[in-house]
Structures are given as structure tokens and as C-alpha cells.
């Protein structure tokens, strides 16, 4: 049987607090009493962050900021506050907003994740395993975020330690006895998941310990949670759909250009603010872009130019930036311009 117990007695979290005290302390308090083995202990990543001092510049504008904390943008948006990107954190998942965070923080702070939450957990581990006379046991450091096409947000495993990371069950035969073929559970995020059914921002609950979890999920040498997160050959989403035609277009996401050329905003748009961004798109990384002109309104456009060659790459690539924007165009040549009717996909 599998008990989770939150741990309500650690205090606010201040830089350079012993963290492993605290938690060992709430531990003797609680209903747990002892951290006890095979236990693992599942420490929100935001007090962790909070004793090492993680804290972004508030000379730094947000939009910024997350930049700073991300190896690449993914997907970005404007809303009604600024820039909201989808990023590869430097802590490792990819996650809105380099999962910067000022909840529970006072207004004026702005909380980073360690780049290396799983050397964190280990270092949280043997600090724990000092007070706790034994080290048997596993650490979490879990975060929250949403997840593609799901609503809502969950608890997920942003670094471990002692923890075996995936049970692979691939060709173990299922309970008819057919062999599973791509079955590979996810044994960190669900335990971070679980333990945040007792944890929670409302209640203050920043730790909580999972205990009696199958011996066999904790090992000392197991691998991080950096081994979770889908990168290269594996990653079939590194972009998203206005971003990877704009950056096949010479506008990467997050750039300078992609601040000049205009970004998608999640608000109603209306088709001419979608066709003069597409436009940008299609022109400011060609040099011979400032050659062409696009004139016209709502679905009817027309592109021009004195040379036939530009024209035509220019109309190429005019047309590619609309399939971007989610319109479908009509290419008709003519002497001089090309004209440019304006559908919007029946899907």
C-alpha cells in the first residue's frame, strides 16, 4: 500500500537556509515522524530555488528574462500581458515561461529553477541522509506545468535522486498475453503527481513523503530526470506550427526579427493583421524583399515587382508565411505582380 503524507511544518524558505534541517524537522512533526527506507520525499522545486537564491533581475523584463533561462523557444503567443513562451528551459523540460515563477514569492520576486535540479536533488539527498542516519531512501524535486493537448496543470518530476526514472515493459506480455510494444511508465512524474495530491500552493505544503513505493524504483546510482526529456531524433514537436514556417523562413522564434515581424496572438485576429504579418514573414529575412510592394485588403492581395525572378520568390514565400498564419492562397501570375486571393482552410 502506498501512503502519501504531506509534511506541513516547514516555515518560509529564505536564501541560505538549511533546507535539509527544515525538511527533516517537519518530518519529526508530521504523522511520518522519521524518514523511514524505500521512502522518497518529494521536495517542490520553488523552496529549493528559494534557499540557493535563485532570483531573476527586476531590471530585467520578464519577456527577457525567460530567454535568459531557456536553450530554445518552442512556441510563443502575444496575450494581453506581453510575450508567453513555450521554451526548453535550461533546467532541462520544455515548459512555459522557463518555468519562472511568483507564486508564493513576494511581488517583487521572480524565482529561477537550479540548471541542474537533478545535482540539486543529490546534493538535497545527502544533506537529508546527514540528519536522517541513513540514506536509503529517494528525493524528488517536483515542479508544475501543463502538458501538450491537456488541459490543466500537473506535478511533474523536474529532478531526482535514488529514483529510477522509467519501468520499460516493452516485450513483457500484457494480461491477455500479447507483448507491449511501446510501453515505457513514467515512474518519477507519477510519484511528483502524486505527492501534490497532498501538497499545493493554497495549503503551503512544499514537501511530502511517498512511502511504500515498490523497493525495486529505488536505486542509488538510478539515472536523472534530464533522461525524460525528449530531445533530438525523439522531439516530433520541437516547433510549433507558426513556428517552425517561420523559422524554414529565416524567423526564428524568440528573435529579434521574430519581435519585428509580429507574433501570433492567442486574442481574435482579423485576416489583413494576419496576411501584413505573413507578409513581414515572407520579406525582412530576404534581401530582396525591399523590392516588392503588397498592396490590397481582406482577401484579395497583389504583390509586385520590377524584377520577375524576385517576384516569383518573393510570391513563394509569400505564400508558404500564409500557410502559417492558417490561409490558404491563390496564386494567379500576370505580367508585373502576381495576384494573391485569400481563403480561409475548411478544417
Known sequence: MITILPL????EVRAGDDLATLVHEAVAQSRATRIEPGDVVVVTSKVV????GLLGSNDVERADLVLQESQRVVAERTTSTGFTRVVEAKAGPVMAGAGIDSSNADDDVRLLLPHEPDAEAASLHGRLADVAGHADFAVVL????????RSGLTDFALGTHGLTPLEDLRGLADTHGHDLAVTVRNIADEVAAAADL????LDRVPVAVVRGLDRRFLHSDADGSR????????DWFALGRAE??????GVPAGSAMSVEVGIESVHPETVTDRVRRAWSAAVLPDPAGEDAALDGADEEWSVTC???YVLGRIAARFEVALAGERLVAEL??????VRVGIAQPRH
Open 8 to 11: 506541513a511544518g516547514v516555515p
Open 49 to 52: 530555488s528559494k534557499a540557493l
Open 142 to 149: 517536483s515542479d508544475t506545468s501543463g502538458r501538450a493537448w
Open 198 to 201: 497532498v501538497k499545493g500552493k
Open 227 to 234: 533522461t525524460l526529456v525528449r530531445s533530438g531524433p525523439t
Open 244 to 249: 517552425a514556417v517561420r523559422d524554414a523562413l
Open 306 to 308: 520590377a524584377d520577375p
Open 332 to 337: 494567379t501570375p500576370n505580367p508585373g505582380s
